[in-house]
């Protein structure tokens, strides 16, 4: 991948707190790939002993998330990865994949997600969703609190009009809407 054409997939956080240096982000999909919270957060929204629940990927054939891509510029973009690298360091690592941009004529380009997979420590997996959503509402770390992390991603997601249900349905559980 040249670093040209370097483009970071956000799909959690990044695509409402984007703290890194770049020079473009489009509204981008990533195929294949279907969100879910099934990461532990012990450094972010939640601490140890006392774990929040982010998202990660998950591959699921015919699934497309949407998210927000960032371009980096070439100059600054070992300095910029250092640094994300920091932020998603407990349990993320890095993975190629194809980001496509609806907005520009479905155009695709070699982009990287951040994945946390069963291998890390700070995986939790699935569950029920009424099991994760009391644990997101009782959840806080150094970011803040493990619902606001929900209650901005549903934002983000509705603005685009895109559509989350593993999200929304987190969503209402935490909100206690029926």
């Not at 939790?124 to 009391?134: D, K, Q, R």
Request: charged share 25%.
């Amino acid at each position: 991948m040249s670093p040209e054409s370097l483009w970071v997939f956000g799909y959690g956080s990044l695509v409402w707190r984007a703290d890194f240096d770049f020079v473009e982000a489009r509204a981008c999909v990533v195929d294949h790939w279907a969100r879910r919270f099934w990461q532990g957060s012990t450094d972010h929204r939640g601490v140890p002993g006392a774990p929040g629940r982010v998202v990660t990927l998950v591959p699921e054939r015919g699934a497309r998330c949407f998210g927000r891509a960032y371009r980096l510029a070439p100059e600054r973009a070992s300095a910029v990865m250092a640094q994300l690298d920091h932020r998603e360091r407990g349990g993320y690592q890095r993975l190629a994949v194809e980001v496509q941009f609806p907005d520009h004529g479905d155009v695709r380009a070699a982009g990287l997600i951040y994945l946390a997979t069963e291998a890390n420590p700070n995986y939790l997996g699935p569950a029920p969703l009424a099991e994760i959503a009391l644990q997101v509402g009782g959840a806080a770390g150094p970011s803040g609190s493990n619902r606001d992390y929900v209650l901005e991603l549903a934002r983000f997601l509705r603005e685009q009009g895109a559509e989350d249900p593993h999200v929304f349905e987190l969503e209402r559980l935490l909100l206690g809407v029926s």
